[in-house]
């Protein structure tokens, strides 16, 4: 059975264009234009982030913030190779199992304070202790700072992807002060090394950062290069503004309130692409549109409950009404040209069968026993997929309840195994080397599902530490098949994100998240 893959995109609007164009532009800003230092850009966000602490935060609400704040180690470049950052090289040991970091020096925190290699360390164990993705420092035997420009990290087994996994984005590894390393999550003070420091944070109102004069940039590198490279600091401060309304969005950028914003409708999009003042940045695969599954709470403990959804769900019309019509229906958990795309477990992808559900859930001894769906108002797409999920799982005979909480609060329910069966969310997998980071959630000792699967467990072991790419490949097809097969979550489609910014804004190149060091306001 061949892949069914589909698309689907309102207009005339080339989605993926503006993605392209930044790539191809290469690191740095064009010589040509003058860069003038000063001012204040306000972007307009989706949502408000429920933390700064990196450590304990998958939101890209958080991400888009905080990224400008803190630093790793390494990091992923434009063409999502892992690029150095504050590490100044590194080496693997013959046998694969230690890994030796020399860092830069002259990096100071926010604070005044020298960075050395035992704020590393400290940040290395306190993510061991803490990190919502703490998982891929588990074949870690020993971390050491032998000196203050050392770092040192032993393994007990060799993993082929260990830096593949340091310098992932989803829940990176920052850099903070020692001093932060017994702090809680949620509770660390605000402290990196980014061209920006943290300024004030009005609940419901805005985030504002500002400029922080003794970074000291990466030289290494000609321009931005991904989440690194070297960063100037050209505006006085950005303020990251909570739009929750897309109509808001527009016509903020629109009036010129706002510089820039995270997402725009298709339409409002197709619309303005012939507004010069208007740059639109469309960006295809932006993430995956999906629910996760709570394994422990009736009636998703059940697998034929849980195959019932999955196999009524008419993907197509959800995620029409989800992404305002742009989107792709494929059923890999990885995109079509990254060396993990494969096609296991496609036969469970978009069935869309509405009777055989309703089979399933008579098979099942489903007594109507309550459904609860838990999503947010703050993300569009995510509150719409709910809707429709709703919809179609009351047609096969459900009883559904939707729960909609602003995004800090339904995070917060998310992690209560007792509130909600179907959890509404984006999965963001690319920029990425493989699915290490994008899944690790599922996996142990995160275990989304609140249950742990040790097949899926070892299916994860074997896609890290298997000795050739292709292996890994062939594993992570099993681990995509088993998440399939055992519903670990739905997944609908894989969205494309239309940002925007005004044409005074200079230096602006579209990407994962809105990177406003090397970018300055004309005029």
């Given amino acids: 059975m061949s892949p069914r893959i589909t698309r689907r995109q309102f207009g005339g609007l080339a989605a993926g264009a503006g993605l392209a164009a930044g790539l191809a532009a290469g690191p740095g800003s064009s010589p040509a234009q003058a860069q003038r230092r000063g001012g204040n850009i306000v972007f307009a966000a989706e949502a408000q982030p429920p933390t700064m602490d990196m450590h304990f935060s998958t939101t890209i609400a ?10 790793q180690l390494v990091t992923r470049g ?3 190779e892992v690029i150095p950052e504050l590490a100044e090289s590194y080496t693997e040991s013959p046998d694969g199992l230690t890994y030796t970091f020399k860092l830069r020096q002259g990096i100071k925190f926010h604070n005044g304070k020298t ?4 704020d590393v360390l400290a940040s290395y164990q ?38 593949d996994e340091l310098s992932q984005f989803a829940v990176p590894v920052t850099i903070h002060p020692s001093e932060e390393m017994g702090k809680e999550g949620n509770r660390i003070d605000p402290i990196g090394t980014g061209p920006y420091q943290f300024g004030e944070w009005v609940p419901d109102s805005h985030v504002r950062l500002r400029r922080y004069d003794g970074y000291t940039a990466d030289t290494r590198y000609p321009g931005t290069n991904g989440f690194g490279g070297n ?17 808001g969005r527009v016509a903020g950028l629109e009036t010129g309130q706002f510089h820039a914003v995270e997402d725009i409708p298709a339409r409002a999009a197709e619309r303005l692409r012939n507004n010069t003042a208007i740059q639109i940045h469309p960006l295809r695969f932006f993430w995956q549109q999906d629910a996760w599954m709570n394994h422990v709470k009736a ?24 992404a305002d019509g742009q989107f792709d229906l494929q059923p890999g958990f990885q995109y079509p040209g990254n060396p993990y795309y494969v096609t296991d477990g496609q036969e469970f992808y978009n069935v ?20 609860v769906l838990l999503t947010n108002s703050t ?37 209560n195994r007792e509130a909600w069966n179907l959890w509404f969310t984006g999965q963001g997998t690319g920029p990425a080397v493989g699915p290490f980071a994008a899944y690790v959630n599922l996996v142990s000792p995160q275990n989304q599902a609140f249950e742990p699967d040790p097949v899926l467990d070892g299916f994860y072991n074997e896609m890290r530490t298997l000795p050739t790419e292709r292996e890994r490949i062939a594993a992570f097809g099993r681990f995509q098949r088993r998440a399939y097969e055992h519903v670990h979550f739905i997944k609908f489609g894989d969205l494309t994100k239309v940002q925007a910014a005004r044409s005074t804004v200079k230096g602006f190149r579209p990407y994962r998240i809105p990177r406003f060091w090397n970018v300055w306001l004309e005029g």
């Fill in 379 to 415: 993300f569009q797409s995510m509150y719409n997929a709910g809707v429709s999920v709703t919809e179609q799982l009351r047609e096969i005979g459900m009883t559904v309840r939707m729960d909609v909480f602003d995004w800090p609060t339904a995070q917060a329910n998310q992690r």
């Fill in 126 to 163: 306190r993510y061991q202790r803490i990190g919502l993705s703490r998982s891929i420092l588990g074949p870690v035997a020993s971390m050491t700072a032998p000196d203050p420009a050392t770092f040192t990290i032993v393994l007990r087994q060799r993993v082929p992807v260990f830096i």
């Fill in 299 to 322: 009636p998703t403990n059940n697998l034929l409950v849980r195959r019932a959804i999955q196999t009524g769900l008419d993907m197509e019309e959800i995620m029409t009404v989800a």
């Fill in 231 to 247: 960063k100037t600091a050209h505006v006085d401060t950005i303020e990251f503004r909570y739009v929750r309304e897309p109509g």
């Fill in 115 to 118: 960075m050395t290699s035992a």
């Fill in 62 to 71: 958080t991400r888009n913030i905080a990224m400008h704040m803190y630093e």
């Fill in 78 to 80: 434009e063409n999502n």
């Fill in 352 to 371: 869309n069968n509405k009777d055989r559900a309703r089979a399933l859930l008579r098979e099942a001894g489903y007594r109507g026993e309550q459904l």
